[in-house]
């Protein structure tokens, strides 16, 4: 398995598929599995007064 990790500036802004809604969200890792697929830990929002942060497998996120 490979990770690579964004830092401050680095991260990148995207969009995360949960429960049928797409949510902004900040890339802040992913890892390539030796099954050549990756997932990847992203800080999101579903409101402006909340942040959480999960793991997402590549289908469920999209540059924002």
Do not use: K
């Amino acid at each position: 398995m490979t990770e690579h990790v964004f830092t401050g500036w680095d991260r990148r802004d995207v969009e995360v598929l949960v429960d049928g809604t797409w949510h902004p969200g900040e890339l802040r890792s992913w890892d390539a599995e030796d099954d050549g697929g990756w997932t990847a830990v992203v800080t999101w929002s579903a409101s402006p007064a909340e942040q959480r942060l999960d793991r997402f497998p590549a289908d469920a996120i999209r540059p924002a």
